[in-house]
């Protein structure tokens, strides 16, 4: 049993990147996916992924021949402090943008700010909906 | 890319609005050619596309091209073909919404593991 023809990442992303880069991408893209996985669990027990320990647990052999870990990620899904600022730095400027485009000038950014100040970014609980939904985009078939 | 060519000119809807397109003009034209314009609507205003000229614009105000057009009553030439290249700032790559579908690796049975935008962005907001 071999793996699926599609490209993805895992396998061909080394035509693209150097090893630590790529590595890098693909702990990344775990700890997305771990923390992601984990805030579906019941929110009493606290379930999660330490971004620090799971990148250390992590080695590969660099092109100098050393076994090292991917470095720590201050962008990881639950530092989310550190975003608040660059993510409202974002929208002063995407919204300097926007007061010359026509079609966006009913945007309303305030709104976008009130989401970041409210926490509605981070990892809150995922609840499953009342009625079932399917997502497109996760282990597509 | 949306429809281009068109007299109502178009949007680029997959553009981030904190980035500007790049357009760079290389066409080799004939001598006497039309060169081909490209138009910022909105501005009401056009750059004509003679070789090396940068357009920096933002895509999401409505903008189209005309093209080159041979002297008349002579038959185009076979290398008289226009050149442009285009950068676009997508949404997905540059902001922390977006579209963008990653995916990451195979699963059994020849299925893809994706991780999309509810995975790999802080829980995303539509608009940036």
Redesign the interface.
């Known amino acids: ?1 071999g ?9 061909d992303g080394h035509v693209l990147m150097d090893p630590d880069s790529h590595v890098k991408f ?1 702990a990344r ?1 775990l700890l ?2 771990g923390s ?1 996985i984990f805030s579906q669990m019941d929110p009493s027990i606290k379930a999660r992924l330490d971004p620090e320990k799971f990148m250390q647990s992590i080695e590969y052999t660099n092109d100098h021949g050393e076994v090292i870990s991917p470095p720590s990620w201050s962008g990881a ?1 639950e530092n ?1 402090e550190p ?1 608040k600022c660059q ?1 409202l730095e ?2 002063t ?2 919204e300097l ?2 007061s ?5 000038y009913s ?1 309303d950014w305030e709104k ?1 700010r009130d ?2 100040d409210e926490g ?5 609980p995922l609840t499953r909906p009342q009625s079932k939904t399917t ?7 | 890319m949306g429809g281009f060519g068109t007299t109502e000119g178009h ?1 680029d809807n997959f553009d ?3 980035a500007l397109t790049t357009m760079i003009a290389n066409s080799r034209i004939p001598d006497g050619y039309e060169a081909g314009r490209f138009h910022l609507l ?1 501005l009401g205003c056009y750059i004509v596309l003679t070789p090396f000229k940068m357009v920096s614009f ?1 895509g ?2 409505r903008h189209g091209g005309t093209p080159p057009i041979a002297p008349p009553g002579s038959t185009p030439l076979n290398h008289a073909y226009r050149l442009m290249i285009v950068l676009y700032p997508p949404q997905s790559m540059i ?2 919404a977006g579209r963008l ?8 049975h ?11 962005s ?2 995303y ?1 539509s ?2």
């Open positions: 049993m793996i699926g023809a599609d490209a993805n990442w895992a396998t693909m893209a997305q996916l992601y899904p989310i975003l993510l974002w929208i400027h995407s943008r926007a010359i485009v026509p079609g966006l945007q976008v989401q970041i509605q970014l981070g990892l809150p997502s497109e985009c996760f282990f597509q078939t | 949007i981030s609005i904190g909105w933002c999401l105000n902001s922390q579908v990653l995916p990451l690796a195979s699963l059994p020849d299925k893809l593991l994706s991780l999309g935008p509810e995975v790999t802080h829980r907001i608009i940036i």
